[in-house]
DNA sequence: AATGTCTGCAACCGCACACAT
DNA sequence: AATGTGTGCGGTTGCAGACAT
């Protein structure tokens, strides 16, 4: 983002004026030199003792989110990021700080962004499929409808609304899928190419929960401080990056096709590499 | 080419927590 | 125990660029 992206605020406290919107190179070199001399804490002493007119917790989100050594600037998520994402939010939640120290590289403002964009593309899609398509009745429809909606909602966490989208993305995929006669035939869906491989696959308590193989996570013990220079050298757990990361941009219209194209951009139809081709 | 819309992301805000006094 | 200060976190905003029409 160009330092000029965001309009210069200045507002005067009792410590004089504060300085707020997008940070100068000479601002960061000043931040930048502190943390040098001092470590990255004594945030407020930055403002202080008049070094910049930030104020600290200004300087900090800078330094954690920008300035901070080994950062990936401008990298999008890989898959595999893409799915320890979804599965520690899965089990921590909306917990972006936590979930970062499991990502190399990547700091709490970097998840928390990618969520919502993933999340804002899934409601809109959810939105537009839901408004476009009609609902055919198979007699195994429920069946299809069950496994295909777990699926989704295992990969989306459990902030994943329960209602209406749920319902309209039901409806979206039992209506492509609408040709299933069976659950055997299931399996030739290519939207859902997991069931080719069921030792991929876990289920929980419920008999139609559908979720991915649990990512063998680093115990949150083991995750390191981000001040701690040895952080990102941690080896991190890979997946086989059957998830296919995102691709193209607008969707505006989402047809029976697209919403497929759709799914696939939620890492559904990405086929998927033989079991041989994972070590 | 002009305009509208969408997306990614930097940065802010408010709240919560830890710690010192 | 109460208060103040510093820091961290999650939610939200708003802008620039990409893309579609």
């Known amino acids: 983002?160009?330092?000029?992206?965001?309009?210069?605020?200045?507002?005067?406290?009792?410590?004089?004026?504060?300085?707020?919107?997008?940070?100068?190179?000479?601002?960061?070199?000043?931040?930048?030199?502190?943390?040098?001399?001092?470590?990255?804490?004594?945030w407020s002493s930055i403002r202080s003792k008049g070094l910049l007119q930030r104020t600290g917790k200004s300087c900090r989100l800078r330094w954690v989110n920008k300035l901070?050594?080994?950062?990936?600037?401008?990298?999008?998520?890989?898959?595999?990021?893409?799915?320890?994402?979804?599965?520690?939010?899965?089990?921590?939640?909306?917990?972006?700080?936590?979930i970062a120290t499991y990502l190399q590289g990547r700091t709490d403002n970097d998840v928390k962004n990618f969520w919502s964009s993933r999340q804002k593309r899934l409601a809109r899609i959810l939105l537009t499929s839901s408004s476009s398509s009609s609902i055919k009745?198979?007699?195994?429809?429920?069946?299809?409808?069950?496994?295909?909606?777990h699926h989704v909602s295992s990969m989306e966490g459990p902030n994943f609304s329960q209602s209406a989208e749920e319902e309209s993305i039901t409806k979206s995929c039992s209506s492509s899928s609408s040709h299933i006669e069976d659950s055997e035939t299931i399996k030739k869906d290519p939207l859902m190419p997991e069931l080719a491989y069921p030792s991929l696959l876990s289920y929980d308590q419920s008999p139609n929960y559908l979720?991915?193989?649990?990512?063998?996570?680093?115990?949150?013990?083991?995750?390191?401080?981000?001040?701690?220079?040895?952080?990102?050298?941690?080896?991190?757990?890979?997946?086989?990056?059957?998830?296919?990361?995102?691709?193209?941009?607008?969707?505006?219209?989402?047809?029976?096709?697209?919403?497929?194209?759709?799914?696939?951009?939620?890492?559904?139809?990405?086929?998927?590499?033989?079991p041989s081709q994972w070590a």
């Open 1 to 42: 983002m160009s330092e000029t992206k965001r309009k210069m605020v200045h507002y005067r406290d009792e410590m004089g004026e504060i300085k707020k919107g997008p940070w100068k190179s000479e601002e960061d070199e000043v931040l930048i030199n502190h943390v040098r001399k001092y470590g990255p804490r004594d």
């Open 68 to 98: 901070r050594p080994n950062l990936k600037h401008g990298v999008k998520f890989s898959a595999e990021e893409e799915t320890t994402v979804i599965d520690l939010q899965a089990q921590f939640g909306n917990k972006w700080a936590k």
């Open 137 to 149: 009745s198979s007699k195994n429809s429920k069946e299809v409808q069950t496994s295909t909606f």
């Open 211 to 274: 979720s991915f193989p649990q990512i063998p996570l680093l115990q949150p013990d083991f995750a390191l401080p981000l001040g701690d220079p040895n952080f990102f050298d941690v080896q991190l757990p890979i997946m086989p990056s059957f998830l296919a990361p995102v691709k193209g941009k607008k969707h505006d219209s989402v047809t029976s096709d697209s919403f497929i194209d759709d799914i696939g951009m939620y890492d559904l139809i990405e086929p998927l590499p033989s």
